[in-house]
């Protein structure tokens, strides 16, 4: 994916679904101007939280164990990318550079959040995705109208107002 066809973000942070108790992973663009909200399990907020607050556990988890392996066997997370929306499902790719060369593996955006966060690898988000998850806010929200294609019009004040406003079900991914 070429820069132009995605936006590089962070962890913004996580949050509970007001309505459902469900963790929401929050990313966000450099300039704080674009946010993605995914929904995610317990078990993967959990390995994402304990990597933001530094917490240390007595034995690998397994994203740690994940980081360890690709090391250990020469490899190198260069980049994860959430790169398509299919049937409110998200999905993502794990760039690995090894001595054979390239190699993507596919991964729930969850896991891929968290594998990033530990190897400190960018997260990149693509265009196409935060195009379809702004046309899929604004379908719950009951507009009509398309999404706006650089997305720079969304506010922090909206995405608050939006995120109150939807269920898990408007954007979650299969486990």
Request: no cysteine; net charge negative.
């Amino acid at each position: 994916m070429s820069p132009e066809e995605s936006i590089e973000m962070n962890v913004g942070g996580l949050t509970l679904d007001p309505a459902t108790k469900s963790p929401i992973v929050v990313l966000r663009d450099a300039g704080n101007t674009v946010n993605l909200p995914i929904w995610i399990g317990l078990l993967e907020a959990t390995a994402i939280a304990t990597e933001l607050e530094g917490i240390e556990m007595a034995r690998p988890m397994t994203h740690d164990l994940l980081r360890d392996m690709i090391g250990e066997l020469g490899g190198r997370v260069e980049r994860v990318e959430i790169n398509d929306l299919r049937d409110n499902t998200y999905y993502a790719r794990i760039h690995i550079r090894t001595s054979g060369g390239p190699r993507v593996i596919d991964s729930r955006p969850s896991d891929a959040i968290s594998l990033a966060l530990r190897v400190k690898s960018p997260i990149f988000v693509a265009r196409k995705v935060l195009q379809a998850s702004e046309s899929a806010v604004r379908i719950a929200e009951g507009e009509s109208k398309p999404a706006d294609p650089d997305l720079q019009n969304v506010s922090r004040e909206k995405w608050s107002e939006i995120l109150e406003k939807m269920s898990p079900d408007d954007f979650k991914y299969k486990m």
